[in-house]
Nanobody, 123 residues
């Protein structure tokens, strides 16, 4: 089972940018589709963005379209989430997760999760 560790979270002002990274262990990173999820206090965990094994196909939640970009570097076993024009409502713990070939909203399809990284956007 792949091990995941997120990094890059922090405190940023509204309108600012952050780039999250998710480092994966093992040599089978390219065999997994990946997703970024987030959970705000008192709310359910939701999918933010997902990407296919090759990186050629992506999915974004409506709330982040045009502001966030998911990408991956299979040679470095790393998943990224570039977050621009951040809003206070983007404040949450962000998690990366792996699935097989699926890269959609069904969280039951994701089988490995990182511990999360906090993103706080001040107004």
């Amino acid at each position: 089972q792949v091990q995941l560790v997120e990094s890059g979270g922090g405190l940023v002002q509204a309108g600012g940018s952050l780039r999250l990274s998710c480092a994966a262990s093992g040599r089978t990173f390219s065999s997994y589709a990946m997703g970024w999820f987030r959970q705000a206090p008192g709310k359910e965990r939701d999918l933010v963005a997902a990407i296919s094994r090759s990186g050629g196909s992506t999915y974004y939640a409506d709330s982040v379209k045009g502001r966030f970009t998911i990408s991956r570097d299979n040679a470095k076993n790393t998943l990224y989430l570039q977050m621009n024009r951040l809003k206070p409502e983007d404040t949450a713990v962000y998690y990366c997760a792996t699935s097989g070939s699926y890269y959609g909203v069904n969280q039951d399809a994701y089988h490995s999760w990182g511990p999360g990284t906090q993103v706080t956007v001040s107004s």
